[in-house]
């Protein structure tokens, strides 16, 4: 069975620092995964995501991601930490992988990001 | 992408009464899919309602407590039943569009019970 696993639940930056957000995965099977942002009191967007195209996938707001199958891991990265930044970061994987959709999505517990000025 | 909505958007209920959660979506989607995430939590999965099929659900979640409806492909609700404080949460819809292999959510219906 997939499973998510966060490292830190959470994590401080000053603004303009390197922005570091660790996420392992466990996938019998080559995985589909996910991150996805949350702003209080706002549902949860799309970030960026793997779906075994090219292993650097970059993201919105100057986010991005590395799949390393040896490491089993996808973290978030991004150059320039800004203020806006500061929310709830989830990495997810999918349960379903070659079907051509998702199916059920397991999250890790999550990633608060505190932005420092 | 897809614009989601979904009502209530927040609401406050007393012990033993049900509240139903609509989902609605600005495009024609197969897969359905309703989440909880409790305070302080992660996102955990209640069931997937696709369109003409009876709802799917998680281990721990049931149809009595959680029922769920799928009449069309732009539609959903999720009923949470006989409520109690334990079921203050977070509930979330998301949809996946055709091709895309991703999932978007609406922006969550927050309940609290007293």
């Known amino acids: 069975a997939q499973s998510v696993t966060q490292l830190g639940s959470h994590v401080s930056v000053s603004e303009g620092a390197l922005v570091l957000l660790r996420c392992n995965y466990s996938?019998?099977?080559?995985?589909?995964l996910f991150w996805y942002v949350q702003y209080p009191n706002q549902g949860l967007q799309l970030l960026l995501k793997?779906?075994?195209?090219?292993?650097l996938v970059k993201g919105i707001n100057g986010f991005e991601a590395e799949f390393k199958k040896s490491e089993t891991s996808f973290h978030l990265t991004k150059p320039s930490a800004h203020m806006s930044d500061a929310a709830e970061y989830f990495c997810?994987?999918?349960?379903?992988?070659?079907?051509?959709?998702?199916?059920?999505?397991?999250f890790g517990q999550g990633t608060t990001l505190q932005v420092k000025p | 992408s897809a614009v989601i909505s979904q009502k209530p958007s927040r609401d406050i209920c007393q012990r033993g009464t049900s509240l139903t959660i609509q989902c609605q979506v600005d495009?024609?989607?197969?897969?359905m899919f309703w989440y909880r995430q409790q305070p302080g939590q992660s996102l955990t999965l209640i069931a997937t309602?696709?369109?003409?099929?009876?709802?799917?659900?998680e281990s721990g979640f049931v149809i009595d407590k959680f029922p769920i409806s799928r009449p069309n492909l732009t539609f959903s609700t999720l009923t949470v039943s006989n409520m109690s404080p334990e079921d203050s949460s977070i509930y979330l819809c998301?949809?996946?569009?055709?091709?895309?292999?991703?999932?978007?959510f609406g922006p969550g219906t927050r309940l609290l019970v007293l």
């Open positions: 998301s949809v996946e569009l055709g091709g895309e292999e991703t999932q978007y």
């Open positions: 996938s019998s099977v080559p995985p589909y």
């Open positions: 793997y779906t075994s195209a090219a292993t």
């Open positions: 997810a994987v999918s349960d379903r992988v070659g079907s051509g959709n998702t199916g059920k999505l397991i």
């Open positions: 495009s024609q989607v197969t897969m």
């Open positions: 309602a696709n369109q003409g099929s009876e709802a799917t659900y």
